[in-house]
T-cell receptor, first 113, second 115 residues
């Protein structure tokens, strides 16, 4: 069990550029979640997958955000035309199923300048 | 929608002493899970303790215990014999047992441990 891994850990990008984050969940975990956390706040839910199906999306997930989980393994979160307000830590998490503990990765910090 | 409130933005405790972090939540559901997560500076969030609402007995994990008051919708975390490594942000979180809802977090309490 290697834990949830996220890449890159830090990303600085210019406003208007696209960025993509990758998450590798704990193997055999069929649920994968994306959260966003800003300084001084708790994580806010963005979206989640069960296997390859994206089952729920928060209203926070504007049309500039897209998430995929091809083949039900790793997931990517892409942000197009980044804005300064997108600066945050993007957390990925996974769980075995809906009843089990959710485990978090270390997060990917995004700074939009 | 469920909400989680942590009314203490910051707390401090002397090493070896006991501290209690508060959490209240709002829900119309009767079956759910409650969690405390710890997030050290620049490190990943880890689960401290979990409580299932249908269980009346308060959960305990070593030096960590909870006081779960279902009627009052209160879920506090007690840390005994505080250690320097306990310094972190602590988040209270709620999750429906139904399974298709994500974790809902409070805003967190920053705990400092004074040597």
């Amino acid at each position: 069990d290697t834990g949830v891994s996220q890449d890159p850990r830090h990303k600085i990008t210019k406003r208007g550029q696209n960025v993509t984050f990758r998450c590798d969940p704990i193997s055999e975990h069929n649920r994968l979640y994306w959260y966003r956390q800003t300084l001084g706040q708790g994580p806010e839910f963005l979206t989640y997958f069960q296997n390859e199906a994206q089952l729920e999306k928060s209203r926070l997930l504007s049309d500039r955000f897209s998430a995929e989980r091809p083949k039900g393994s790793f997931s990517t979160l892409e942000i197009q035309r980044t804005e300064q307000g997108d600066s945050a830590m993007y957390l990925c998490a996974s769980s075995l199923d809906s009843r089990n503990t959710i485990y978090f990765g270390e997060g990917s910090w995004l700074t939009v300048v | 929608a469920q909400t989680v409130t942590q009314s203490q933005p910051e707390m401090s405790v002397q090493e070896a002493e006991t501290v209690t972090l508060s959490c209240t939540y709002d829900t119309s559901e009767s079956d759910y899970y409650l969690f405390w997560y710890k997030q050290p500076p620049s490190r990943q969030m880890i689960l401290v303790i979990r409580q299932e609402a249908y269980k009346q007995q308060n959960a305990t994990e070593n030096r960590f215990s909870v006081n779960f008051q279902k009627a009052a919708k209160s879920f506090s975390l007690k840390i005994s014999d505080s250690q320097l490594g306990d310094a972190a942000m602590y988040f209270c979180a709620y999750r429906s047992r139904g399974g298709n809802t994500p974790l809902v977090f409070g805003k967190g309490t920053r705990l400092s441990v004074i040597a």
